[in-house]
């Protein structure tokens, strides 16, 4: 069984400000790291542009109109401080959901065993209406809400190893018992949110915070103590990762110390856990990771992990 690869040039189009982290030259950097001969087993595919029936799944429907019809015909427009639209933000938003889509198509049909989708802008933060820290719809959140109504998997899990908190996921699925959200972030950090009071309302949410300067040790012992055993409780027919790479020593947007190794490590027990309950089904989704260098090794160890 193989390992898909989706991508899409047109996610290099959403142009953001000078000096912005979130920036095209990342998804070159993954792309250039994937073209690597040890990747060459990976079955590549484009793409597709999502439809508005998919966001909607997620996301408030006035919402979606209206950042529809905002997009500038040149130039920027600034939703937030850190969040803004080019001309080619739409299109670039939309190749994300559709990538997360089909990726979620691909591993629930059989055709491979699990999916890395490779798009920009990130999703993680985006709430059912409002854009928020370079994010406008959640892909992991919309993967999840579709394999539910398509397939009928009735338990879906999203584990979020991004340094920062996934709001936007833990707010959409706040109430939803169908779908739990599990994240490591460092705290206090953007967005402020993840404390590990904050469980849900059915107890679906599991937060598991890391402090500056915590490592691969204290990243480890969240999972194996907190995130896995939930997990396992859950027994999740579908995973989707909202995977990050930010927690990167290297990153300059955080003060995490994790290695490549560590999200090799990670990835594999999730790996492990997916096998037991969900048919080894599993897609995963690009988050952050700012720096070009531990972006580069971050995602060749998450990808070689899930190669097998
Ligand atoms: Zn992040």
Redesign the pocket.
């Known amino acids: 069984m193989t390992t898909l690869l989706l991508s899409h040039p047109a996610c290099l189009n959403h142009a953001t400000p000078a000096g912005h982290p979130e920036r095209a030259d990342r998804l070159r950097a993954v792309k250039e790291v994937l073209s690597e001969e040890r990747f060459n087993a990976l079955v590549r595919s484009e793409a597709p542009e999502g439809s508005l029936d998919l966001v909607t799944l997620c996301h408030n429907e006035d919402y979606v109109t209206e950042l529809r019809h905002i997009a500038p015909d040149q130039g920027l427009i600034y939703l937030d401080g850190d969040t803004s639209m080019s001309p080619g933000t739409w299109e670039a938003v939309m190749r994300g959901v559709g990538g997360a889509v089909k990726a979620t198509e691909a591993v629930m049909n059989g055709e491979h065993s699990n999916a890395f989708v490779a798009v920009r802008p990130?999703g993680h933060h985006a709430e059912t209406a409002r854009p928020m820290g370079f994010c406008f719809f959640d892909n992991a959140a919309i993967a999840a809400r579709h394999a539910q109504r398509k397939y009928g998997i009735a338990r879906a899990a999203i584990v979020d190893f991004?340094?920062?908190h996934g709001n936007g996921t833990q707010e959409i699925f706040w109430s939803d018992k169908s779908v739990m959200y599990c994240s490591t972030h460092q705290m206090p950090l953007f967005p402020g949110t993840g404390a590990t009071g904050e469980r849900g309302e059915h107890d679906t949410i599991v937060n598991a915070p890391l402090a500056s300067e915590d490592g691969g040790a204290q990243f480890r012992a969240a999972f194996e103590r907190r995130i896995l055993p939930h997990l396992e409780k859950f027994a999740p027919e579908f995973l989707i990762i909202s995977a990050?790479f930010?927690a990167h020593y290297r990153d300059p947007?955080a003060s995490l110390n994790l290695k490549a190794e560590d999200f090799g490590w990670v990835t594999r027990k999730l790996m492990d856990l997916a096998d037991r309950s969900a048919g080894g089904r599993i897609v995963s989704v690009l988050?952050?990771g700012y720096d070009l260098q531990g972006l580069k090794e971050s995602v060749a160890a998450h990808v070689t992990a899930l190669m097998g």
């Open positions: 990130p991004d340094v920062h990050g930010d947007l988050e952050g």
